[in-house]
């Protein structure tokens, strides 16, 4: 019962500064967003079906009295595609049964943003971000398996928004762009992240 | 400090870590779909001597069984082979001799020196194995030697790993062109591998249409 109540006053305590109103300064938004993604070029082609299995957190800076922000991202999707009856041929070798594909990716990404309004409950921005993605890709047929690992260096613009709900807690939606340079054991990785974001901003 | 002021300052410092860490957590929530259905596990596995004239061969043998090699036999090669369940092995033995037949291959008695005889082994191991032990098939093949073995020319089997499943193997092995050194040569191999079910209907069924499948693969088996 001890333990209902205080996850009650924290929950009303949360709620209660969320909507309240002081006259902190906003220099910082710390963000956990669901990130559907879609994948595409070399990674459509290798599995073409969106994932909901995706997640980032992002920390942004904003540099005071600015429109200029930088931040941090980390994240993790999950793509899955299975692909009934495929025939591999590989020189006298023919195999055939379902495939089940697999890529993870894990960026980490820092980024500089530009807002376009200096103030307002809605802050539409605009960001490029650079760094890197580990990405592992695995087939599975049966009980044969191949797995590929990499990592890639990747370039992300994004295009969004925040909407402030209240002075410590908003809303982002934004569009992300994953483009990784190709290695020698993977091919290039592509893909457009829809971002739905919880945002505590301090 | 006016004390709310102070808990949401105490609050704020808490709760980007929290934040962080929930979406940290989330990461390792992404478990991926996998099979769903038994069917989705089986493999079909084929691989061949590509020099070999599979057309100009007439005849082919079969035993009267389908062996079963098990982990204990592979552990103690003085163990005997044991046969698989009666149903199961006439079974893949009906399936490839409709398969053998339809390409234009004779069935004869192995005593007929048949041009080609078609050795289908069950393995319940940890590995798929296709250079098993000879003398499991010292009670069928014509002039076994004990000091004979097999050889894959032009070609190399697979060995992988596997995880409780059953591997249905055709070997199809070429009686006529033993080596000087008594080497069997194998022109063409199968593996059937899929996890075992509870249903020996179940089981045959995807071993049969499997074992089509194989041939279906192998448009060169034929006469």
Redesign the interface.
């Given at each position: 019962m001890n333990i209902m109540k205080n996850v009650l006053f924290f929950i009303a305590v949360v709620v209660a500064l969320g909507f309240s109103n002081s006259g902190w300064a906003q220099s910082s938004y710390s963000i956990v967003n669901f990130a559907p993604t879609l994948p595409m070029g070399n990674t459509a082609d290798y599995i073409g079906v969106m994932t909901g299995r995706s997640v980032n957190v992002e920390f942004i800076r904003i540099l005071e009295e600015s429109r200029f922000g930088y931040g941090i991202e980390a994240g993790r999707s999950s793509f899955f595609e299975k692909i009934p009856n495929r025939i591999l041929e590989s020189g006298t070798v023919v195999a055939s049964g379902t495939q089940f594909r697999y890529i993870n990716t894990t960026p980490i990404i820092v980024s500089g943003h530009y807002f376009f309004t200096e103030s307002g409950k809605l802050r539409p921005f605009a960001s490029l971000g650079f760094g890197v993605v580990f990405q592992t890709r695995r087939v599975d047929m049966g009980i044969f398996s191949e797995r590929t690992t990499g990592t890639q260096l990747a370039i992300r613009p994004e295009l969004g928004t925040i909407f402030q709900i209240s002075d410590y807690v908003g809303i982002k939606l934004s569009g992300k762009y994953y483009q990784t340079m190709g290695g020698s054991n993977l091919p290039s990785h592509a893909a457009l992240g829809f971002n739905l974001g919880f945002v505590i901003i301090n | 400090m006016n004390p709310f002021?102070e808990?949401?300052s105490t609050?704020?410092r808490i709760?980007?870590p929290i934040?962080?860490l929930?979406?940290?957590s989330?990461?390792f929530c992404?478990?991926?779909?996998?099979?769903d259905a038994i069917?989705?596990?089986?493999?079909?596995?084929?691989?061949?001597?590509?020099s070999f004239n599979f057309s100009s061969r007439l005849t082919y043998s079969l035993p009267e069984s389908v062996i079963l090699i098990e982990q204990e036999v592979l552990q103690n090669p003085d163990t005997p082979p044991a046969f698989a369940d009666f149903l199961i092995s006439q079974g893949i033995l009906s399936s490839i001799r409709t398969n053998m037949n339809a390409r234009g291959y004779s069935l004869v008695d192995v005593s007929a020196n048949p041009d080609l005889i078609l050795l289908p082994s069950i393995t319940i191991t940890e590995n798929?194995r296709f250079s098993y032990s000879w003398w499991y098939w010292g009670w069928f093949y014509p002039n076994f030697q004990p000091d004979w073995g097999w050889v894959y020319p032009?070609?190399t089997p697979?060995a992988?790993?596997?995880?409780e499943?059953g591997t249905l193997l055709i070997q199809l092995s070429d009686p006529k062109g033993i080596t000087s050194d008594n080497r069997v040569p194998i022109h063409w191999i199968v593996a059937l591998?899929?996890r075992i079910s509870q249903s020996t209907g179940n089981n045959l069924n995807r071993i049969q249409s499997n074992i089509d499948?194989a041939f279906n693969?192998?448009p060169y088996l034929s006469r």
């Open positions: - | 002021v808990a949401k609050l704020k709760f980007s934040l962080f929930v979406g940290g989330l990461f992404c478990v991926p779909d996998g099979p069917e989705q596990i089986d493999v079909v596995y084929t691989n061949h001597n590509p798929l032009g070609y697979i992988t790993r596997t995880m499943t591998n899929g499948l693969l192998s």
